[in-house]
Protein backbone atom coordinates (compact mmCIF):
# COMPACT_ATOMS: atom_id res chain seq x y z
CA UNK A 1 0.00 0.00 0.00
CA UNK A 2 1.68 3.24 -1.23
CA UNK A 3 0.43 6.49 1.20
CA UNK A 4 0.96 9.96 0.38
CA UNK A 5 2.21 12.03 3.08
CA UNK A 6 -0.67 13.65 4.14
CA UNK A 7 -2.66 10.25 4.40
CA UNK A 8 0.06 8.92 6.73
CA UNK A 9 -0.43 12.44 8.73
CA UNK A 10 -4.13 11.10 9.04
CA UNK A 11 -3.40 7.60 10.02
CA UNK A 12 -1.07 9.18 12.62
CA UNK A 13 -3.59 11.76 14.10
CA UNK A 14 -6.25 8.88 14.22
CA UNK A 15 -3.68 7.02 16.58
CA UNK A 16 -2.69 10.01 18.94
CA UNK A 17 0.48 10.70 16.94
CA UNK A 18 1.19 14.38 17.13
CA UNK A 19 2.25 15.58 13.43
CA UNK A 20 2.24 19.04 11.54
CA UNK A 21 -1.26 20.62 10.43
CA UNK A 22 -1.49 20.73 6.82
CA UNK A 23 -3.95 20.71 4.11
CA UNK A 24 -3.92 19.73 0.74
CA UNK A 25 -4.26 21.51 -2.71
CA UNK A 26 -4.60 20.88 -5.90
CA UNK A 27 -4.22 24.58 -7.66
CA UNK A 28 -1.84 27.46 -6.79
CA UNK A 29 -4.71 29.97 -5.75
CA UNK A 30 -5.92 26.45 -2.71
CA UNK A 31 -2.57 26.52 -1.90
CA UNK A 32 -2.07 30.36 -1.44
CA UNK A 33 -5.65 30.32 0.53
CA UNK A 34 -4.16 27.55 3.13
CA UNK A 35 -0.92 29.41 3.51
CA UNK A 36 -3.12 32.54 4.26
CA UNK A 37 -4.80 30.44 7.27
CA UNK A 38 -1.63 29.60 8.99
CA UNK A 39 -0.12 33.34 9.02
CA UNK A 40 3.28 32.18 9.30
CA UNK A 41 6.10 30.26 6.83
CA UNK A 42 4.51 26.98 5.27
CA UNK A 43 6.14 23.98 3.20
CA UNK A 44 4.56 23.38 0.19
CA UNK A 45 5.44 19.69 -0.60
CA UNK A 46 4.73 17.39 -3.80
CA UNK A 47 2.41 14.53 -3.34
CA UNK A 48 3.74 11.57 -4.98
CA UNK A 49 4.87 7.74 -4.68
CA UNK A 50 8.47 8.72 -5.14
CA UNK A 51 11.34 9.41 -2.60
CA UNK A 52 13.87 12.18 -3.34
CA UNK A 53 10.83 14.91 -3.29
CA UNK A 54 13.30 17.70 -1.93
CA UNK A 55 16.37 16.80 -4.29
CA UNK A 56 14.02 16.74 -7.41
CA UNK A 57 12.59 20.77 -6.55
CA UNK A 58 9.29 19.51 -4.68
CA UNK A 59 9.01 20.78 -1.29
CA UNK A 60 9.53 24.91 -1.03
CA UNK A 61 9.12 26.82 1.80
CA UNK A 62 7.02 29.62 1.41
CA UNK A 63 7.23 33.20 3.80
CA UNK A 64 3.46 34.65 2.45
CA UNK A 65 0.98 33.54 0.73
CA UNK A 66 2.14 34.97 -2.41
CA UNK A 67 5.32 33.45 -2.49
CA UNK A 68 2.83 29.85 -1.83
CA UNK A 69 1.15 30.89 -5.04
CA UNK A 70 4.45 31.00 -7.31
CA UNK A 71 5.87 27.65 -5.14
CA UNK A 72 2.73 25.34 -5.60
CA UNK A 73 2.65 26.89 -9.53
CA UNK A 74 6.24 25.54 -9.98
CA UNK A 75 5.65 22.25 -8.13
CA UNK A 76 2.14 21.36 -9.39
CA UNK A 77 2.33 19.29 -12.70
CA UNK A 78 5.95 18.41 -12.24
CA UNK A 79 7.57 15.66 -12.91
CA UNK A 80 9.36 13.81 -10.33
CA UNK A 81 10.82 10.01 -11.23
CA UNK A 82 7.86 9.54 -13.52
CA UNK A 83 5.40 10.49 -11.21
CA UNK A 84 3.10 13.93 -12.07
CA UNK A 85 2.21 15.98 -9.52
CA UNK A 86 -1.63 16.80 -8.83
CA UNK A 87 -1.65 17.76 -5.46
CA UNK A 88 0.62 19.04 -2.92
CA UNK A 89 0.44 19.63 1.02
CA UNK A 90 0.46 22.89 2.46
CA UNK A 91 1.94 22.38 6.29
CA UNK A 92 2.76 25.16 8.42
CA UNK A 93 6.33 25.31 9.08
CA UNK A 94 8.28 24.45 12.35
CA UNK A 95 11.81 25.01 13.71
CA UNK A 96 13.75 21.71 13.05
CA UNK A 97 15.90 20.40 15.68
CA UNK A 98 16.66 17.00 14.69
CA UNK A 99 15.97 14.97 12.01
CA UNK A 100 14.68 11.30 11.81
CA UNK A 101 14.32 8.54 8.78
CA UNK A 102 11.20 6.51 9.68
CA UNK A 103 9.99 3.88 6.81
CA UNK A 104 8.45 0.87 6.20
CA UNK A 105 8.61 -1.55 3.05
CA UNK A 106 7.58 -4.53 2.16
CA UNK A 107 10.13 -7.45 1.70
CA UNK A 108 8.04 -9.76 -1.04
CA UNK A 109 10.96 -12.70 -0.96
CA UNK A 110 10.64 -12.69 3.10
CA UNK A 111 6.80 -11.62 3.18
CA UNK A 112 7.79 -9.39 6.09
CA UNK A 113 7.66 -5.70 6.06
CA UNK A 114 11.31 -3.79 7.21
CA UNK A 115 10.87 -0.95 8.87
CA UNK A 116 13.94 1.24 8.78
CA UNK A 117 14.91 4.10 11.04
CA UNK A 118 17.95 6.62 10.95
CA UNK A 119 19.21 9.26 13.25
CA UNK A 120 20.41 10.83 9.70
CA UNK A 121 17.43 11.89 8.31
CA UNK A 122 16.35 14.24 5.74
CA UNK A 123 16.61 14.70 1.75
CA UNK A 124 19.60 12.27 1.69
CA UNK A 125 18.20 8.77 3.30
CA UNK A 126 19.58 7.12 -0.09
CA UNK A 127 23.06 8.48 0.49
CA UNK A 128 23.12 7.50 3.88
CA UNK A 129 22.08 3.91 2.82
CA UNK A 130 24.70 3.79 0.03
CA UNK A 131 27.46 5.16 1.73
CA UNK A 132 27.07 4.68 5.57
CA UNK A 133 24.55 1.77 5.68
CA UNK A 134 25.66 0.78 9.28
CA UNK A 135 23.46 4.04 10.37
CA UNK A 136 20.07 2.58 9.05
CA UNK A 137 18.91 0.30 11.80
CA UNK A 138 16.26 -2.55 10.45
CA UNK A 139 13.60 -4.88 11.63
CA UNK A 140 11.70 -7.42 10.43
CA UNK A 141 8.01 -7.57 11.27
CA UNK A 142 5.02 -9.77 10.31
CA UNK A 143 2.53 -8.35 8.96
CA UNK A 144 -0.31 -10.34 10.86
CA UNK A 145 1.75 -9.13 14.25
CA UNK A 146 3.30 -6.03 13.72
CA UNK A 147 6.51 -5.00 15.35
CA UNK A 148 7.49 -6.50 18.58
CA UNK A 149 7.87 -3.82 21.32
CA UNK A 150 11.60 -4.97 22.16
CA UNK A 151 12.06 -4.39 18.06
CA UNK A 152 10.67 -0.55 18.65
CA UNK A 153 13.24 0.07 21.63
CA UNK A 154 15.83 -1.17 19.49
CA UNK A 155 15.01 1.10 16.59
Known sequence: MNVHEY???EIFARYGVPTNPG???TSAADAAEIARSFGRTV???AQVHTGGRGKA????IAATPAETRVAAEAILGMDIKGHTVRKVLVAGGVEIAREFYLGVVLDRARRRHVVMAS???GVD???VARQRPERIVRALADPGLGLHPYQARQI
Open 7 to 9: QAA
Open 23 to 25: SMA
Open 43 to 45: AVK
Open 57 to 60: GGIK
Open 119 to 121: AEG
Open 125 to 127: IEE
